[in-house]
C-alpha cells in the first residue's frame, strides 16, 4: 500500500489571502498582525488535520471482489470492499483502475463512511468483446474532518479476468430445462405429433395418459391399467457450425453477430446436453478453425466453453466447400447442423447454395441468418423527401431479399430462421425442440 498526502484547494486560497495581506501591510501596518494570525490558524488547522490523518497507518482498507471471470455482453457484479480504521467519520473517493477494454476514464465513487464502519461498494460491468481483460490498483482519497488535507491510499489489486461467452445466460436457460420450464424464457411449447420409439418403462396409468399406449399383457397380469412410458430419443448428435466471416462482423447493441453466434452455440449445446443428446462445435472462416466432436460427457460443457472463448478471427471470406469436405469425413452419423451465418443478398446465398445441398444430403441442415434491424427501422419511417423515399425503397428491397432467401432455402428442403441477433437464443431453441419432437433428426 503506497500513501501520498494532498492539500485542498482551500488551502492554497487561504494561504494566498495571507501572503496578499503581507503585500498590503505594507501600505496599512495594521494588516500585518491579520495576517500573521490568518497563517498561524491556517498552519493550527493543517497541523490537526494532518495528525488525524496519519495518526493510523493503515487508516482505511480496500480490497476489491471479483470473478475469474466474466459473461460477455451480461451485467458482472464487482464489489469493493472498504473499511474505516479512524474513530471519526471520513468522505472518501475511490478510482478503481479499470481494464482499458472499457475506455472509462473518469471511473469515481464517493463513500462517507462513520468510525470503524465497512461498506461495500458495488458496481456492475458489461464487456463486450472476449479476451483477458486486467484490473489495476484501487485509489482511496481520504478526506480529513476539517476537510484541509487529503491522503491519498494506494492498493495494489492487479488482476486478470477472462471475458467467456454468455455463461449467465447459459445458466438460466439450463435452470429452466432442466424443471422442465423452457417456455418461461419465451421457448414454446410444441404439441408432439405421436410419441418417439425409444421406450422407456411400463407404469401404472395416471389420469392424461394417452390411453393408445395401454400394454394389455401387461394389464392382464396387474390389478390396474399399465401402459407404455416413452421418452425423447437421446444420444442425437447436436453441431453449432459458426461462420466466423466478414459478414458476422456486424455490431448489434455493442456486441458482433459472431459473439451472437457463440453465445447462442454455448446456449444450445447446454440445451442439448440436459436433453440427453451429444454437443459438439465447428468454428470455420477460410479454413476450418475449431473441431469439438459431439459428446455428452460429463466435462464436454468445459470443452464447448473453452472452444468457444479463445475463438479469434481476421473476418475473411467463409469457405463452404471447405466446411463440406470436413463435415462429409469426419461427422459419419447423421446429425442436426445448426449454421449461425449471415446473407446480405439472394445471390450471396446462391452462390454457397450447392455446398449447402450437400451437407443437407447427409444431415439435417438448420440456417440461421440475421435480420437487418437499421434496414427495419428504415422501412417503418414515413420519409419527407425524396432522399427518404428512395433510401426507404432501398431498405424494402433488402428486406424482401431476407425473406426470399428462406423461400429459396425452403424450396430445397433446408429449415431456416430468419431472426433479430436479441432473438437468435429463444427462435434457435425453439427450432431445436421443434425438430427433436417432429422426429426429424
Same mark, same amino acid.
Given at each position: ?52 490523518? &496519519? ?5 482505511? !482498507? ?27 467519520? @471520513? ?7 479499470? =481494464? !482499458?477494454?472499457?475506455?472509462? #476514464?473518469?471511473? %469515481? #465513487?464517493? !463513500? ?13 460491468? #458489461?464487456?463486450?468483446?472476449? +479476451?483477458? &481483460? ?17 491522503? #491519498? ?7 486478470? @479476468? ?19 420450464? /423452457?417456455?418461461?424464457?419465451? @421457448? ?36 390396474? %391399467? ?18 466466423? +466471416? ?20 454455448? @446456449? ?57 469436405? !470436413? ?17 446480405? *443478398? ?19 441442415? /438448420? ?15 414515413? =420519409? ?31 429449415? *431456416? ?25
Amino acid at each position: 500500500m503506497h500513501k501520498t498526502l494532498y492539500f485542498n484547494k482551500i488551502v492554497y486560497y487561504i494561504a494566498g489571502a495571507g501572503a496578499v495581506l503581507y503585500v498590503v501591510s505594507y501600505f496599512v501596518p495594521s494588516f500585518y498582525r491579520v495576517a500573521g494570525l490568518l497563517l498561524l490558524l491556517l498552519a493550527i488547522a493543517l497541523l490537526v488535520d494532518f495528525l488525524l490523518l &496519519y495518526i493510523k497507518r493503515d487508516g482505511v !482498507v480496500a480490497e476489491r471482489i471479483a470473478g475469474d471471470r466474466f459473461s460477455i455482453g451480461d451485467e458482472n457484479k464487482v464489489v469493493i470492499s472498504l473499511k474505516n480504521n479512524y474513530g471519526f467519520t @471520513v468522505r472518501t473517493g475511490i478510482i478503481d483502475e479499470l =481494464p !482499458v477494454q472499457f475506455q472509462d #476514464r473518469d471511473w %469515481l #465513487r464517493k !463513500v462517507e463512511m462513520k468510525g470503524g464502519e465497512q461498506h461495500l461498494l458495488t458496481y456492475q460491468l #458489461r464487456p463486450v468483446s472476449r +479476451g483477458e &481483460y486486467e484490473f489495476n490498483d484501487i485509489n482511496v482519497y481520504v478526506h480529513a474532518p476539517l476537510r484541509l488535507v487529503k491522503r #491519498r491510499f494506494i492498493f495494489p489489486a492487479q488482476q486478470v @479476468v477472462k471475458v467467456y461467452p454468455s455463461y449467465m445466460q447459459m445458466r438460466r436457460y439450463q435452470l429452466l430445462a432442466v424443471s422442465n420450464r /423452457l417456455q418461461d424464457a419465451g @421457448v414454446k411449447k410444441i404439441r408432439k405429433i405421436g410419441h418417439s420409439m425409444e421406450f422407456e418403462q411400463i407404469k401404472e396409468y395416471v389420469r392424461g395418459d394417452d390411453y393408445r399406449t395401454i400394454n394389455w399383457k401387461a394389464t392382464a397380469r396387474k390389478p390396474e %391399467l399399465m401402459v407404455n412410458s416413452y421418452t425423447d430419443e437421446r444420444s442425437q448428435q447436436i453441431y453449432c457450425l459458426i461462420n466466423k +466471416g466478414r459478414v458476422m462482423k456486424m455490431p448489434f447493441n455493442g456486441l458482433t453477430l459472431l459473439d451472437y453466434a457463440i453465445n447462442a452455440s454455448l @446456449v444450445l449445446s447446454n440445451v442439448a446436453l440436459v436433453k440427453q443428446d451429444r454437443a459438439g462445435i465447428i468454428t470455420f472462416e477460410k479454413n476450418i478453425d475449431g473441431f469439438l466432436q459431439a459428446d455428452k460427457k460429463p466435462t464436454q460443457m468445459n470443452l464447448v466453453l473453452e472452444t468457444l472463448y479463445k475463438q479469434k478471427t481476421d473476418f475473411l471470406e467463409p469457405d463452404f466447400e471447405k466446411l463440406y469436405s !470436413v463435415i462429409r469425413n469426419r461427422i459419419t452419423n447423421r446429425s442436426l447442423l445448426v449454421l449461425f451465418t449471415n446473407f446480405e *443478398s439472394l445471390e450471396s446465398l446462391q452462390r454457397e447454395l450447392p455446398a449447402l445441398q450437400k451437407m443437407a444430403k447427409y444431415h439435417l441442415l /438448420l440456417v440461421v441468418f440475421f435480420e437487418n434491424t437499421e434496414l427495419k427501422q428504415l422501412t417503418d419511417d414515413s =420519409p419527407a423527401t425524396m432522399e427518404g423515399i428512395y433510401i426507404k425503397t432501398i431498405a424494402e428491397k433488402f428486406a424482401y431479399d431476407k425473406r426470399q432467401m428462406v423461400k429459396e432455402l425452403h424450396k430445397y428442403g433446408i429449415p *431456416s430462421i430468419l431472426t433479430t441477433p436479441e432473438s437468435l437464443t429463444v427462435n434457435t431453441i425453439n427450432k431445436y425442440l421443434e425438430l427433436k419432437t417432429r422426429m426429424s433428426i
